[in-house]
């Protein structure tokens, strides 16, 4: 297996596992890149229909405030400036996302910051919660009152966690961004953007070094001790507990599935995602794809609907469950990863955290400087 003999096996070609890799082959390091799946970049992975670019996964905009990381991602591809403005649909009624003054005019008809502020304020004392927030419903009435809570929070979170917002932990929803300000935009961040031509090219510029192999279909797992054995350090950006053969229980995680429908027609929504907030419609929200790059054939367009489900092994995981079980339980996980240093574990599955992909970035930065030798 090592026979080239590489200074690192480097398990998961997302953004985790593919900074490593690069960053490790530019200092003269020999690296072997194994993914179990049949492509590279992750749950970025992208392709092409009809000339539109697809996320296979679910859409990815790339958004950070952090200049070092544009700058890192920049160097292996030409981002293309893409605002995400979400749309809400609830029975029918549509409202601008996330919460601003266009949400608050057209759920309540107020005009000023000074209306809307008194208006949540008014639900706040309604709802009379005069203690810390114990779990999300009593966290979102208490930042945003009770009106945008049941139309825009409660049906969209239950489908998306497969339980009641009474049994998910405030800390899911506090970073929720409020805003008394008619501004659209999702992310809010200083540099917002997509590849031009998709997020494989970008994987397949950062991959592109002497010092770096790549093996696509090889599983970590039917082979680990083999690895083990063979190989001097190995960068695991897989599940955690997998890794640790499960010894302290399995963590959990939520997962989509997609249904994709070719139409004809240029433009079908009109908005790159619409999220259907109300609990009775299955899937959570509706993407066409042709609105983040306007590419692709012009009487063409791709949709998306995206439908949560209960992760099992045989499908990808998505979401960790942040639960205070869950979170101990990986507590446990990281510190045992620490008594082999052989083993460099990171990313999303391997610390168990919802990254956003700048956020990966930065974590494997940080792992880099700690660990790379």
Known sequence: MNN??????????GFFGSVWAREAAEVGKKVLLIEKRNHIAGNMYTYSEEGITIHQYGPHIFHT???????????????????????????????NLPFNMNTFYQMWGVKTPAEAKLKIQQQQEESQLNKEPENLEEQAIGLIG???????IKGYTEKQWGRKTTELPPSIIKRLPVRFTFDNNYFNHQYQGIPENGYTELFENLLDHPNIDV????????????????????VFSGMIDQFFDYQFGRLEYRTVRFEHELVDSDNVQGNAVINYTD???????????????????????????????????EKEAYYPVNDEKNTQMVDRYLSLAEEFPQFIIGGRLGEYKYYDMDQVI???FESIEKYLE
């Open 4 to 13: 080239k003999k590489y200074d690192y096996l480097i398990v998961g070609a």
């Open 65 to 95: 405030d952090d200049q070092r990381v544009w700058n890192y991602v920049n160097r292996f591809t030409t981002f293309k400036n893409f605002v995400n403005q979400v749309v809400a649909n609830y029975h029918g009624e549509l409202y």
């Open 146 to 152: 009770q009106d945008i809570y049941q139309k825009l």
């Open 215 to 234: 093996k696509i279909n090889t599983d970590f797992f039917e082979h680990k001790e083999e690895y083990i054995a063979e190989f001097p350090k190995i």
């Open 279 to 313: 609990y009775e419609t299955p899937f959570t929200r509706s993407i066409e794809w042709r609105h983040f790059d306007k590419k692709g054939n012009k009487d063409k367009s791709i949709l998306s609907k995206e439908y949560p489900a209960e992760w099992t092994p």
């Open 362 to 364: 930065v974590s494997a």
